[in-house]
């Protein structure tokens, strides 16, 4: 991978690359427990303080876990962060809502086609569960913000691509600006859009799949663009 | 912003996300100084040692830049770290490269047709400017994969979308894995292509642009299947 930042590093910044050789080399997976900090300090030949630095730097990127009195464990979701592109430093709140959308037109479309034609028995099961419940707070009127970025990410991977699952929650971490720019408006809308894409890829169906996608975000923008005026 | 994650916060997290609270406030820019630790500490009601850690943290997010001796700043890209999806941590380098290029299908043709549309004078001289710098590296046969991302990047500025130039040298952090997999081979056709992409945006004719897009990834697919037999 490419270094996107070149600053200066520190000791424990070094170290911390030097865990994540070890991580990649020895194949540890999520949960799997880390060396102590007395094995690595003497395999990685550095102080234990650096260690245990190096070891928090590694915390805030959720590469691991630090849990008191246990251990370290790989995280979940290694090297996943809150915000990862740095939405939160983007003044133009609105600016943002529109663009994060021209970019879900891009890709979100396409991801739903390949969905249709990679989605298994297991992945059907799950994107359809989710689409009854999203239909189901929607129409107690209770917060389905949670449910609906877990019936795209569901979607994302069925895809099947190893890069898509983790692309599309941070796009759609505007779901929630979305849901509350548009609150209780986009309801009849949802449902019946959220419901022929998930039709769609259980039918196996491509291009019904990315035309019922494209249709749920036009209602999005529409809705956006109304209220925006 | 929604939180992707939901791991239980240390005092110094709580403390770095009241920073994160007061930088946006304040509405402080890259490379503008932060209050010292003692009116943060003040202002935050929160021990010096605490802020301390808080702001470790920040850099290590690269939110904020420390300079030894100097005092704490808004770092340059506030927010993008490196590898900010945790490519690292994707065990399979070939699938990766794969699913990498398919996303690159999917975002950069209709990139190039934004840039097309949207780039002003400024944009084409500096997108001119990168062809010509890797065209001249090419032919010289040196390493160009720095320009080649920032070829790249300037035409995702171009886009004027504000989420576009934060995706996009992510997806791109596969070109060092492109250009170790396809060394050597791919001169011409690089040369072309990415001469067609910039005349097309320079002429402000969107479709040209996004073909041309698409004739470059096309080539860069098939290298990487021939070399992957």
Redesign the interface.
């Known amino acids: 991978?490419?270094?996107?930042?070149s600053?200066e590093k520190s000791l424990p910044?070094k170290i911390s690359e030097d865990i994540?050789a070890l991580?990649?080399e020895e194949?540890l997976q999520p949960g799997d427990k880390l060396p102590n900090e007395t094995i690595l300090s003497e395999r990685l030949n550095a102080g234990r303080s650096s260690v245990r630095?190096a070891m928090?730097?590694l915390a805030?990127?959720?590469?691991v876990?630090i849990r008191q009195g246990s251990g370290t464990y790989i995280?979940?979701?290694?090297?996943?962060?809150?915000?990862?592109?740095?939405?939160?430093?983007?003044?133009?709140k609105q600016?943002?809502i529109n663009?994060?959308l021209?970019?879900r037109f891009?890709?979100e479309p396409?991801?739903a086609a390949m969905a249709a034609t990679r989605a298994d028995k297991k992945d059907i099961k799950k994107i359809t569960a989710l689409c009854d419940e999203v239909e189901d707070l929607l129409k107690k009127h209770e917060d389905h913000?949670q449910k609906d970025?877990d019936f795209h990410a569901a979607i994302a991977l069925s895809s099947k691509?190893?890069?898509?699952p983790?692309?599309v929650?941070?796009?759609n971490?505007s779901?929630?600006l979305f849901v509350e720019t548009t609150r209780g408006t986009l309801l009849d809308e949802t449902i019946e859009t959220h419901r022929e894409i998930a039709d769609a890829i259980a039918a196996h169906d491509p291009l019904r799949a990315q035309d019922a996608m494209y249709l749920h975000l036009v209602y999005n923008r529409k809705r956006i663009q109304m209220i925006g005026k």
């Open positions: 991978m490419t270094n996107l930042l600053e910044q994540i991580i990649l194949n630095e928090k730097l805030s990127r959720n590469i876990t995280a979940s979701s290694p090297g996943m962060v809150d915000d990862p592109l740095g939405f939160t430093f983007i003044g133009n600016k943002l663009d994060l021209e970019v891009l890709l396409p991801i913000t970025i691509n190893v890069v898509v983790r692309l929650p941070v796009i971490s779901i929630p």
